[in-house]
């Protein structure tokens, strides 16, 4: 078979994408080539122009054009209530269920010591900062830590927790319905609405 070296980097590049394995990848990059001019290229213009638009909130680390984000600038958000997530696509999830009104905090990742991810290589220090030391009108009575239900997730919710206690705020958890190991991602409206109404204290 004929070399291909600029499609294998193209098969690369798609497999180290999340959830794509080889056999993804190579479907797509077999798609993307065979697709018309115009349908590639928007493709590749709407993603140059989201790489360019798109930041992190300075207050939240969600995703946006503006900053601070839509959710931060939102007066009618209760600005007791302080949701941490693992990124910026939980806070798109949590919205869907419009169970949730107050602000989102993002950690950009999880605890992953065997991973050589700690403490200083997440979002942490700018959110006790949020807790301890609030702008004025802006004092948060309650954490809810919404990580994914998986180890790493459990490990990070339960180190917040110790770091978030002493300062004499509410720390709670998502409740009932999302399955050990699941991701919020892949959670229905329904069953995240029942996690946020019935969060526990941890």
Known sequence: MAALPAFDRLVAALEGLPGIGPKSARRLAYYLLAAPEHE?????????????????????????????????????????????????????????TREFRGRYHVLAGVLAPLRGIGPDDLNVADLVARVERPSEGEAVEEVLLATNPNVEGESTALYLARRLKPLGVKVTRLALGLPVGAALEFADEVTLSRSLSGRREI
Request: hydrophobic letters at 40%; charged letters at 30%.
């Open 40 to 96: 590639a290229g928007a493709l590749a213009a709407a993603l140059a122009e989201a790489r360019e638009r798109t930041r992190s909130c300075t207050i939240c680390h969600a995703l946006t054009e503006t900053d601070p984000c839509n959710i931060c600038s939102d007066p009618t958000r209760d600005r007791r209530l302080l949701a941490v997530v693992e990124d910026a696509a939980d806070v798109y999830v949590l919205e869907r």
